[in-house]
């Protein structure tokens, strides 16, 4: 699987746009990448997917560049109940086992 | 909610005993995935079933099993246990073996004492 490197930690304002980088320097064509977060211990929450387009729903945006090489969370105004860490993952579009790899994350804190 | 219920919630046990969490998948999935995050550690991947045959086998000691019962809820058996297996445990379900996303249940913390 393709690793992926994420900054350690990250803060944020409340109100303002978080942007939460990840690399992914080794991803190949069948690899999708994904965003969880887990908020103190609880179950990691899933966030966004996507392949090579961006995507958006109702918690963040996912922008990945061309190259797919990289890749960017977007939350459009955090808020403190968003203070979390965010996994960034690259998972195989198999149907073989594709159980997801979860790295050290990028430690989220949202400032008021 | 993400519709995936562990039980229990916490578990307090001696060391050299054996215990069983309990995962029952969100209604629909066939997917299940172990996961175990030691105090200040990340996520381990352990295992995954798919419609109760074993899909995939991550860091799980030979001490720790798992099976996937025809109604899809799942059990993770942990024997022989020592302090160093304090740790939350998680399960995840999906649907099918495709690319689709996986949700986690709250965990089960386990402290061996």
């Known amino acids: 699987d393709a690793k992926t490197t994420q900054p350690p930690s990250m803060d944020c304002a409340e109100g303002r746009a978080a942007n939460l980088p990840c690399n992914h320097s080794t991803i190949s064509g069948n690899e999708y990448v994904y965003w969880y977060r887990q908020i103190h211990s609880q179950g990691p929450q899933y966030i966004i997917h996507?392949?090579?387009n961006n995507e958006t729903n109702e918690m963040a945006s996912l922008i990945i560049t061309e190259d797919r090489k990289s890749s960017t969370l977007i939350l459009p105004h955090a808020t403190l109940r968003d203070t979390a860490v965010y996994y960034c993952i690259v998972r195989p579009r198999t149907n073989t086992g594709n159980q997801f790899y979860f790295g050290t994350g990028t430690s989220l804190t949202v400032i008021p | 909610d993400s519709g995936v219920t562990q039980t229990p919630k916490h578990l307090i046990t001696a060391t050299g005993q054996r215990v069983t969490l309990r995962c029952s998948p969100r209604s629909g999935d066939l997917s299940v995935y172990w996961y175990q995050q030691s105090l200040d550690q990340g996520l381990q991947f352990l295992i995954q079933y798919y419609n109760g045959e074993e899909r995939a086998k991550g860091n799980i000691l030979e001490r720790f099993s798992a099976q996937q019962f025809p109604d899809l809820h799942s059990e993770l058996n942990l024997s022989s246990l020592e302090l160093g297996d304090s740790a939350l445990y998680f399960c995840?379900?999906?649907?099918?073996?495709?690319?689709?996303?996986?949700?986690f249940g709250q965990g089960t913390r386990l402290t061996v004492v």
């Open positions: 996507g392949l090579k």
């Open positions: 995840a379900s999906s649907p099918t073996l495709l690319n689709t996303e996986a949700f």
